[in-house]
């Protein structure tokens, strides 16, 4: 798909009424798929949508952590709106997740994230990201396991905050949890992503772009 796109909201198509995992569609609100730049060199992966999101239907909407994730992309320069805002104005860069529904009395069980991961995929390698924002554990466990040579558990998301790990073709910048992060972890996030990534050429880890 080309960068030129019509909506920021699920711009690929996906099937907004998927119905791959019975455990989860009775239980949801809305299928949650990604939202941004399908030109973005920056991606953020959190696991599941959260509360907000599950209802809204917008990636990192409608509650504390998307404001909380809306304030960190405003402070990067990648949102020219507001922190709580219903559908945010985003440039260079594209938020998604593991799994895109939400059951509000667990997380998603191992086969439902094996079900979504072609929806995941698909998305990385139409956008084909730089930097790569895994959120939380378990979705750094499945990207490392996918574009690294890590295994499940070989990196702890507590120490690796604001930190690269070098992918295959990319890199990885973890993030804790959003609705566990300190206002001190938030800003130690963004102030690596401004000195350490934006300070060089973060290209080079492709080696090209056409952009």
Known sequence: MDAEQDSLENPFSMDADCRNCAGLCD?????????????GEFLFVAERPHAGADR??????????????????????????????????????????????????RPPTDEEV???????????????????????????DALATDYTTNSPGDVDVEDAHATTIRGRGFELVPMLPL????????????????????SRDYRQTKGRRGR
């Not at 992309?73 to 594209?94: C, I, K, T």
């Open 27 to 39: 239980a949801r609100t809305n299928v949650v798929h990604g939202y941004g730049d399908v030109g």
């Open 56 to 105: 809204t239907g917008v990636p990192f909407t409608g509650d504390t952590p998307g404001e909380r994730l809306q304030s960190i992309l405003g402070e990067l320069g990648f949102a020219r709106s507001a922190p709580d805002a219903d559908e945010p104005d985003l440039q260079n860069v594209f938020v998604t997740y593991l799994t895109r529904c939400r059951h509000p009395e």
């Open 114 to 140: 094996r079900t979504c991961e072609p929806y995941l995929n698909a998305e990385i390698r139409m956008i084909n990201p730089e930097i790569i924002v895994p959120i939380g554990q378990r979705t750094l």
């Open 179 to 198: 609705e566990s992060q300190t206002d001190a972890q938030t800003e130690a996030f963004v102030e690596h992503l401004l000195d350490n990534v934006f």
